[in-house]
């Protein structure tokens, strides 16, 4: 859709969120503006909800009709961290977090996650920028994650069920080879590959993941795959993390797995997500970043890591980077791929040129505003 002006237009959600939530998103959609005048071709229609522990503080529900309505309206969604960790539900899980509400609500089947080391990241593997650079392609909708708030629980046990289905890992597997068709292949030897990530030697479930994969594999001739257990995976994307293109995996393991990805390159907080349906999508940084906003570096709390981090909300230390990659991932979803790319080139350079940096806990020098209007800065130099 067009507006007077000739100008693409494209409708999106905003949901600030919790904690640093409201700084990240302020941080992004100042680069966003400074993108949308560079290309002078699109404009996003933003429409800002609340959502998240507060809300459900105040209301009984993380995210309303409304809001809800609004989201499955919109072309996409962008989110900050949810959640609060003393907010829960009465059988003890997180009770502001969106993931169950948007996750299986929108049918967004593959969460991307990727892991990519950026120049002027401290990494603590041994590896230069461009060397990690892979995408993880977690099953979004079921595996051990589809007994959120269905567990059976009594006071002296406890079971969740984990449910793998057909169509379900169909999906998502043929999405990661998709994906791998549009990649350049892996660092290491510039093949595309999918790896399989699971435990079939142990579990009845993943063989059956397994099984389908091969299945699906056979559509996709041209991108070469591949088997890995679990417990090989977590050792390999350390050890040799330039082999892997894209890996593709349940939901538990996915989870896991993309936050060691992320602290291989200097924590999760540069780390980007889309949650991608056939129907919808939504975007926000990879969910669980410790309470520094990025590596995981801080000293020892008695509170919980969370990607809220609450700890310094409203103090301007948080790194605003996934955030403003996260937006890339939406610009690119939303056809504006030229966009997207700007954004990322803006901070990469930014880190590059040293006029972004990132200090002590991983928080950026000179704090989010200033991070996020450097960022700005360079996407308007880099189009000038």
């Known amino acids: 859709m067009a507006d007077s002006t000739g100008k693409r237009e494209h409708n999106v959600v905003i949901i600030p969120g919790d904690g640093i939530g409201p700084e990240l998103t302020d941080a992004a959609l100042a680069v966003l503006e400074a993108v949308e005048e560079a290309s002078g071709g699109f404009h996003l229609n933003l429409d800002v909800h609340r959502g998240g ?17 609004a989201v499955r309206a919109a072309d996409a969604t962008m989110k900050g961290p949810v959640g609060l960790p003393e907010v829960r539900f009465p059988d003890g899980t997180e009770a502001g977090v969106l993931g169950g509400v948007l996750r299986t609500g929108l049918d967004v089947y593959a969460n991307v996650r990727p892991i990519r080391l950026l120049p002027g990241a401290e990494a603590p593997i041994k590896a230069e920028p461009g060397e990690v650079d892979y995408v993880i392609v977690r099953e979004n909708t079921e595996g051990l994650y589809l007994s959120r708030g269905k567990g059976v629980q009594t ?25 791998a068709l549009q990649r350049n292949g892996a660092p290491s030897d510039g093949v595309r590959r999918v790896t399989c990530v699971d435990k079939a030697n142990v579990l009845p479930s993943m063989a059956f993941f397994r099984r389908v994969f091969d299945e699906v594999a056979e559509e996709f001739p041209d991108v070469q795959s591949e088997h890995l257990y679990a417990d090989a995976a977590a050792q390999a994307l350390v050890v040799r993390p330039q082999h892997f293109d894209v890996l593709v995996m349940e939901n538990f393991l996915g989870d896991i797995l993309s936050d060691l990805g992320g602290g291989t390159v ?23 970043s410790p309470p520094s906003g990025t590596t995981g570096a801080a000293p020892a709390s008695s509170e919980p890591i969370h990607g809220s981090a609450p700890d310094i909300a409203g103090q301007d230390k948080a790194n605003p980077v996934s955030q403003v990659l996260t937006l890339a991932m939406m610009l690119d979803y939303l056809g504006e791929g030229a966009a997207a790319e700007l954004t990322r080139r803006a901070v990469e350079e930014s880190l590059k040129s040293g006029a972004l940096a990132i200090g002590e806990y991983g928080q950026p020098v000179g704090g989010t505003r200033a991070a996020g209007e450097t960022i700005a800065k360079t996407a308007r130099t880099l189009h000038a």
């Open 53 to 69: 522990a507060a809300l459900y503080q105040e209301t009984g529900a993380n995210l309303s009709a409304e809001s809800i309505a």
């Open 155 to 179: 006071n002296d046990a406890a079971a969740d069920t984990l449910l793998i289905t057909r169509k379900g890992t169909e999906r998502v597997v043929r999405r990661a080879f998709e994906i």
């Open 266 to 288: 200097g924590g999760i907080g540069l780390c980007p997500s889309g949650n991608i349906g056939d129907d919808h999508a939504y975007f926000e940084p990879i969910p669980g």
